[in-house]
């Protein structure tokens, strides 16, 4: 009994456990707890039905396959893009290195509207970029492509921190073995390396698909916001609230929290075997 009482006393050597605890508890019900329970909360007047028809509607479907559809496009393009980066910055030292690396979290600083703008404004048929990619018949503000390039430019940052933070942990005598065996850098990469650090991409992968899924501010200004054609799940919500149809913006709101909660699932098993590569 004795011994018993010690090992749960030295359970908690710190001491402020149980106020630690209390604090955290109630900053999570608050912050996230209560406004996902409101969103389930205001289904109750909804019929499985209605819901079904709400969620159904061939406007909803639409920008669920503009959403998604763009989300994974740009989560690839993330996971490919980020990889590269990832292993320049981690395995080599060259001039403006430091310079790079912060500006791959200049997204996560920026306000979403501020990109958003930028983006439009460069993508346009009269921007800097946009104009070259007219020229040649490409248009990319207020199309699908650009939601594309907005979701990429949101997203990069997980793909490549995810990545980089587990490929530093990688012995790098690992490539130097096999490269002392006779084995090719590119053949080294895919059999050696690949291998470990593929969960941290899949993480990277997920995580970016998330953050486009989610995505609005950024979106809202490039995508031009046509029904059926260039409408994001998230303005068609707006949309619907703008319309004073609450039922509508709960259902799809409902949609997106049962995604949200398959992806977070996903991430957090995902990242529990990229925390241990197969050394």
């Known amino acids: ?162 990545v980089s933070s587990v490929l530093a942990e990688l012995p790098p005598e690992l490539d130097e073995a096999a490269e002392t065996l006779g084995s090719q850098q590119p053949y080294t990469f895919l059999r050696v390396t690949l291998p470990m650090i593929f969960p941290a991409v899949l993480v990277g992968f997920s995580m970016a698909l998330a953050r486009g899924i989610g995505e609005y501010g950024s979106v809202i200004f490039i995508a031009g916001n046509l029904p059926h054609k260039t409408e994001i799940t998230a303005i068609l919500i707006i949309t619907r609230l703008e319309e004073y149809d609450y039922q509508g913006a709960t259902a799809l709101a409902a949609v997106m929290l049962a995604v949200s909660f398959a992806l977070i699932f996903i991430i957090n098993v995902l990242q529990r075997r990229a925390r241990w590569p197969s050394l």
């Open 1 to 162: 009994m004795a011994l018993s009482f010690a090992t749960r006393r030295n359970q908690n050597v710190i001491p402020g456990a149980g106020a630690s605890l209390a604090l955290s508890m109630c900053a999570v019900t608050c912050i996230v707890i209560v406004p996902l329970a409101a969103i389930v909360l205001s289904m109750r007047g909804l019929s499985a039905s209605d819901l079904w028809h709400l969620a159904t509607s061939s406007r909803a479907l639409d920008s669920y396959r503009v959403t998604f559809g763009s989300a994974l496009i740009a989560a690839a393009i993330d996971a490919v893009v980020g990889l590269g980066i990832a292993w320049v910055l981690v395995r080599y030292r060259f001039f403006a290195q430091r310079v790079l690396d912060l500006a791959i979290d200049i997204p996560f600083a920026l306000p979403t509207a501020v990109a958003g703008i930028a983006l439009a404004t460069l993508y346009s048929d009269n921007g800097w970029l946009g104009s070259i990619a007219a020229s040649h018949g490409i248009h990319v503000a207020f199309t699908p492509l650009g939601i594309v390039i907005a979701m990429v430019f949101v997203g990069l940052p997980f793909a490549v921190r995810t």
